[in-house]
């Protein structure tokens, strides 16, 4: 059988409950560095104290946001929003003054996944939840959420956001911001190394409605499996993923986010400031916990996009927040 | 030892074969041949067909889990399909959906076929246009439509270029246009491949019948009422029946497309059926609304042979 197991870290819970992970807590602990391992992905990969699970990739979301159109609007290029209220500021005045095909900030409206990734880092900025601890119950109507919503949707009501948004269900929603004509918006990390060359932009952390900042830590964890007779050869490249020559030598070089906080600054981070802004949002952001996420969260056909769009798109935020609490819940504890 | 037995009955059985009249050695011959030649097909039909339709069937009396153990439940899976409106409203969607592009498809490919019907200047050119988008596959069609229909795309910079538009259009933006979006692209994708079943039928009719109807004075609508349409009626049978099926077993089309979204709008049985195995993981649900689907498709097939391809 296979020995190494990778699995998108919000499934993690799911399969370690399922005892598809081998428990590797004593490996991990021996490891010098167990504590500067990126700590949202280690909850996830940990099931009744147990630890089945290591970062491997990270995709954050962070603000990108296209210095050029910043100054062609009167924007100061290097002061990025600090607030969610100054983010829709930024991507008013945008729209206003470059008008056309220019847009002030766009997100995929019918994408749930897109949701969770961009709007959610808002409400833990302020300090807010999306679900209790264990991830049974919704706390959807947690103010911070009500407040994050109500402002995109009004820069809709304003036509600021790209008209495509409502009805792009996640294919394409990165491909945007790619071509200059988007001000600000919530952007995968991974996608930092893929913009095109002349494109200038900066990286700032998305922050909460009145402050704070908070970045949804995606990517990938790795394990190894438990029927595997391999154990020991599978830890062998496990470990080597998150030694200094891996994480550094082939993760940072290329742009990509390091697992490990300690390596937050590095030869490669040093020369690119938005790097070192992603990196240290590491230890700062989270990853929702939940044994049902993806059927909850994910599902296009789930309750969760319902929500969204109905608080996004109707004219009762709070309303349609508080009609969700109990659909999301029930998907949350179903066996 | 065995050897020499294979020997002693090999030869019992030539002896026996030589005392039988030529005719049945013959026919015996003939239906071993037959069995020879089916082999290969029956072999595939069971391995491919059979025996997965055996497991949907055995998943259908269990609870089965993406991973884990599956433990007998039946009739479970079957109870709670009332339960998922999802489904339910899928049901009804799906009804809709296989009406109207039925309708279309069939009157859309008949004109098609009418048109290209007589050898003239051209219509080699005609035939092979509209055929042409039968050849490329499904899913890529869907792709290429979902380009089209998105906001960068083509179809909306062309209609803003000739100022029929000034902003761009939501293809996909509400439920009725992501329908008809769809089945857009399911008959430009389609009409082709239906005008061709057409097309057989078509010149399967003795041009007689119309020299006769010609010199009893039939105009073209009667010729097409009384003579066409009775004379093709096995090919229609056998067009909508693909239709049909195909339609209500609609998956592609709305998955590349539109998601099922918006608000749920546009999901098709089977989506539900992708959405229970691999959304939620719940492998025996998946194969209780297969199941049921399985036999509703069947009956259906059953009743529209019936009707349709009875003899005058």
Redesign the interface.
Known sequence: MTAVFASDVIYAPNYTS?G?YLDITDRIDALDFADKLAPAHMKLGTFEDAKYAVPHTLDLSVLFYNKELYEKAGLDPEKPPTTLAEFADHARTIREKAGGKIYGTFFGG?CPGCYVFTFWPSVWAAGGDVMNEDGTESTIDDPNMAATFQIYGDLVRDGVV???N??E????WTGFFG?GNIGVMPMPSTTLGLMPRKLDFGVAPIPGPDGGESTFVGGDVVGISSTTDKADAAWDFVAWTLSEEAQVGILAKNKDVVGRTDLADNEHSAQDPRIATINSLVAKGETPYSLNF??TY?????PW??VA?DAVYGDDVKGALAAGKEPLTSSLGQQ | MSAGGGGVSAGAAAARIARRPAGRTLARRRSLQGIGYAAPTAVVVTVFFLVPLGLVVWMSMNRWRLLGAPTFNLPDNYTKIPDNQLFLDSVVFTLKYTAIVTVLLSGIAMLLALQVQQPRRGVGFLRTSYFLPGAIGFAAASLLFYGFYSDNGPLDSILMDLGIVDEPVAWLGTPNAALFSTIAMVIWRFAGFNMLILLTGLQAIPTEVYEAARSDGANRWQMFRHITLPLLRPTIALMLVLSITGSLLAFDQFFILTRGGPENGTVSMVMVIYREAFTRFDLGGAAGISVLLLLVLVALNIIQLRVLGRER
């Open positions: 399922q598809l019918n790209h008209p495509a409502k009805g269900a996640g294919p394409t071509k993806g059927a994910n599902d296009p056909n789930g996009l319902k769009r």
